[in-house]
Every structure is written in structure tokens, then in C-alpha cells.
């Protein structure tokens, strides 16, 4: 029988990653300390790295700034939604306890962590064979465009695994895509908050480095979206 | 009904015969078993101990790397002879290491259930073919660069000779990624582009490799297709190859 604190080794990632989802579910059936310690470290350890990656262009501080920023908007996401989204689970027709729709996220989490963490160091190459700040415009925008392309595969990839252990707990598919819809909108809603709130990442090349802008509790992401679009409509 | 469900390809699992079991105990027989009987490679993979062998794989890859080096720096000649081999070599090594993490994570993804050592394997088998092929391409480089001045023109040659081992490479690397119950090879192909642009860049980032410069790197940064462009119109003035070859 198995502790609830036994470390499990790190070829559990690996099944996780496949997506083998007898097993993926199985672990949801129960909760185990040790593996969400494990979970938790990929998610800290890929994800501190690809933002490490993430801030190098601007220098080596910014590169420690969002090596931090980058798990905690992960985790905090994770935690503020976790009541939330063990609520939405039962009323959209999937009937699992707390701790299976919070170790189901945390789980895709570490999917994405991992890809992330993989891919840290190719943008690490690029970051470095990118021109210095003197041409900053074109590069910059190169360099979000890559950042964009490595964290839509990672969190696709994160999003699909997620879906089929929905799927695997779900008495229809139908009911694992509306929760899956409704955690992703919750996530995405609170997540872009966050990250509007931690800014900088990569750092806009005219801007101090800073581990928040301060401004960064003024006003929200919503709003300069609103005001965004209003300054492109009406100028 | 057929036509509904076909019957997939079946893929022989390496090992089933004997002859690809047996043990291969140094690098010149890694060489011929990669050349002659890649299955018993990728048994060898399999097997506790395989570390072993990969180092060995790696071995022939550097030293493979570094004589296709010297044959690239006698066409500038001077400082070239030892920095083109010291340069490929890191650069090959440095771009595996890059890719690694990713082809591990892509293996994964695909399903398949090859463990971290042997898709270390795989890479180190797709390195040393490559290798090998451009030591076999070594002696025609070698007239070429004895008889033209152009960098543009032996840069395209070596552009191609890498393109044709490469090919061979990751023909290797797929065989042996069909081997690991693996649902899907989209992976591998998208981690075969990321590989390819990788070691194209790094071949532009650790410039000049061919021609010739006062400072063993260039400062400049460049993207990979824009150093081409330029060389081909004539702008990258400070790779001049040596007069006295």
C-alpha cells in the first residue's frame, strides 16, 4: 500500500506526457502527497526555466524576475480557481470530487511545465543569437512571435491531455468538453489578469527592467484591451 | 472491410533475429552495425549497459566531426586548419544538446515508450551517420576547396554534403522512433525542422567556419538565411578566404 507522502519517481512525467490515461486516472482516483510534490517541481523547475529564457534578453535580472513570475502565475491560477473549478465539474455534469478536478489541472499544468522546461533551452539559442537591443522593434516582435508559437504548443498539448482525462472520467464526451471550456475560460479570465499585474516578461526594450511596473496594480488587462481597441477605432 | 480497417505495416522489432542480438563491443563495430544492421543497433539501445555505447557512438561522432573539419579549414588554411574542426564539432555536439530535451518531450507526446537513454541513442546514432557521411564526402570537399576561391561556393557545397548526411541521419533516427510503439510521427517531424534550424543557425552564430576573419567569432548577429543572402551577394566581405590558398 502506498503512502500518501511516497515520492514517486520521475518516469511518472514521462507516462504523463503520453498520455497514458488508465494510469493518469488512476492516480486521480486518490491523493497522493509525494506526487503533487513532484508535479509542483516540474511545473516550478520548467516553467522557472523557460522564464528564465524569457527574460535573458533583457539581461541577466530580468531573467531572474520572471524565472519567478512564471511558475507563480501557474500556481496562483491553479489555486485561485481550484474551488471554482471543483464547483463547475459536478454542475456541468461531471461528477469527480475536489481533489480529482485540482489534480487534473495541476497535472496539465505540468504538461505544459515540462514542454516549456524543453524548449527553454532552443529560446535560450535564439534569445542569444538575436540582434542587441540597438534593432530593437523587428526583434522584439521575433522574439514574442517564438515565445507566442512555444507557449500555444505547450498549452494545447497540456489542454488536450487534460481533455482526455476528463473524457476517461466522464460518463460522455460532451460533458468533459463543457468543463473543459468552463476551467479553460476561468483560467484564461484570471490568468491574463495575473499576468497583466506581473508584467514585465520580456520587457519592452524602451522600459526599465522591474519586477512589476508601477502601475501594475492600476487598472486591468480588460481595460487596456477596451481602451486598445477604442485608441485603433476612434484614435 | 479491408478497405475500412487495414491492416497496418508490421515493423520488425529489433532483435527478433539473432544475428541482431549480438553484442557489439567497440566502435568500429557500431560503425558497420549502423551502416550494415541498424536493428541490432537499436537492440543494443535497448539493453542495460547502453550508455556505454553511446559514448562510443559520440566518440566517433567528434572524431568524425573534427576530420571533416580539417578538410573544411584548408581552404582558408592558417588558423582555420584548427578552428573550423574545433567549431563543427562543438557545434554538432552543442545543437544534440540543445535538442535533446525536446525530441525526450516529442517522444513522449507521440506516445511512445522509449526510455530517456534510448532516445539519447537515437540522436547519437543519427550524429555518428551523419558524421561518417562527411568524412566519406571529406575528399571531394577537399579538391574543391583546393581549386576555387569562391566562399559562397564551398560554403553551398558543405550546405549540401550536410544536407545529404542529415537526410540519412534522420532517416535512422525515424526507423529506430517507429521501433518504440510511438502512436504518431508528427513529433519527430516537427523536432526534425527544430533540429535542422537549430544546427543551421549554429553553423552562422559560430562564423566563419569556411571563409576567414581577424576574431575567432563574428560579433554581428545574424539570422542564418540572412548570412546566406549575404554571401551570396558579396556582403560578408570579412570572410575572405586566405590568398595563399
Known amino acids: ?235 | 472491410m479491408n478497405e475500412q480497417n487495414p491492416i497496418p505495416p508490421i515493423i520488425p522489432i529489433a532483435g527478433d533475429d539473432l544475428a541482431e542480438r549480438a553484442p557489439i563491443p567497440h566502435g568500429i563495430a557500431a560503425i558497420e552495425a549502423l551502416l550494415r544492421q541498424p536493428l541490432r543497433l537499436l537492440y543494443q539501445l535497448r539493453q542495460p549497459g547502453a550508455g556505454r555505447l553511446i559514448g562510443q557512438m559520440l566518440l566517433i561522432t567528434v572524431a568524425c566531426s573534427l576530420g571533416y573539419g580539417v578538410v573544411v579549414g584548408t581552404f582558408s588554411g592558417g588558423t582555420q586548419l584548427w578552428a573550423a574542426p574545433a567549431k563543427i564539432a562543438a557545434g554538432l555536439i552543442l545543437s544534440a544538446a540543445i535538442c535533446l530535451p525536446s525530441l525526450y518531450i516529442f517522444t513522449c507526446l507521440s506516445g511512445s515508450r522509449a526510455r530517456f537513454v534510448e532516445v539519447c541513442g537515437l540522436l547519437a546514432g543519427l550524429l555518428m551517420l551523419m558524421t561518417i557521411l562527411l568524412i566519406g564526402f571529406a575528399p571531394v570537399a577537399w579538391i574543391f576547396s583546393q581549386s576555387t576561391d569562391s566562399v559562397a561556393w564551398m560554403g553551398g557545397l558543405h550546405l549540401v554534403f550536410w544536407c545529404v548526411a542529415t537526410a540519412f541521419g534522420v532517416r535512422f533516427l525515424k526507423q529506430g522512433f517507429a521501433r518504440t510503439e510511438a502512436r504518431s510521427q508528427a513529433g519527430v517531424n516537427i523536432w526534425i525542422i527544430i533540429f535542422l534550424l537549430v544546427a543551421l543557425q549554429m553553423a552562422t552564430a559560430l562564423r566563419p567556419i569556411v571563409g576567414k576573419s581577424e576574431t575567432f567569432f563574428s560579433a554581428e548577429k545574424k539570422c542564418f538565411i540572412a548570412h546566406w543572402v549575404d554571401c551570396l551577394i558579396g556582403k560578408g566581405s570579412s570572410w575572405k578566404p586566405n590568398p595563399s590558398n
Not at chain 1, 9 to 25: F, H, N, Q, T
Not at chain 1, 56 to 84: D, H, S, Y
Not at chain 1, 188 to 211: E, H, N, Y
Open chain 1, 1 to 235: 500500500m502506498t503512502s500518501g507522502f511516497d515520492i514517486p519517481g520521475p518516469s511518472e512525467i514521462s507516462r504523463l506526457l503520453r498520455g497514458e490515461i488508465e494510469v493518469i486516472s488512476a492516480w486521480s482516483e486518490r491523493w497522493v502527497g509525494g506526487r503533487f510534490i513532484l508535479h509542483l517541481a516540474v511545473i516550478i523547475l520548467g516553467a522557472g526555466l523557460y522564464g528564465a529564457t524569457m527574460g535573458c534578453w533583457r539581461g541577466p535580472e530580468q531573467a531572474l524576475f520572471v524565472a519567478i513570475k512564471f511558475p507563480l502565475i501557474m500556481l496562483l491560477v491553479t489555486a485561485g480557481n481550484a474551488l471554482l473549478n471543483g464547483l463547475l465539474a459536478p454542475l456541468l455534469g461531471l461528477n469527480i470530487r475536489f481533489y480529482q478536478s485540482f489534480s487534473a489541472i495541476v497535472m496539465s499544468f505540468t504538461v505544459t511545465s515540462a514542454i516549456l522546461g524543453a524548449f527553454s533551452p532552443i529560446i535560450a539559442f535564439l534569445v542569444w543569437n538575436a540582434p542587441g537591443m540597438g534593432s530593437a522593434g523587428s526583434t522584439y516582435n521575433g522574439i514574442l512571435l517564438a515565445h507566442v508559437a512555444a507557449i500555444a504548443l505547450a498549452g494545447t498539448t497540456g489542454n488536450v491531455r487534460l481533455l482526455q482525462l476528463l473524457a476517461s472520467l466522464s460518463p460522455n464526451r460532451a460533458a468533459a468538453m463543457r468543463v473543459l471550456a468552463a476551467w479553460l475560460t476561468g483560467n484564461l479570465f484570471l490568468g491574463s489578469q495575473l499576468t497583466w499585474i506581473l508584467r514585465p516578461f520580456v520587457g519592452s526594450p524602451g522600459l526599465p527592467v522591474q519586477f512589476l511596473r508601477p502601475n501594475a496594480f492600476q487598472g486591468n488587462f480588460y481595460e487596456a484591451v477596451f481602451r486598445a481597441i477604442h485608441h485603433i477605432l476612434f484614435g
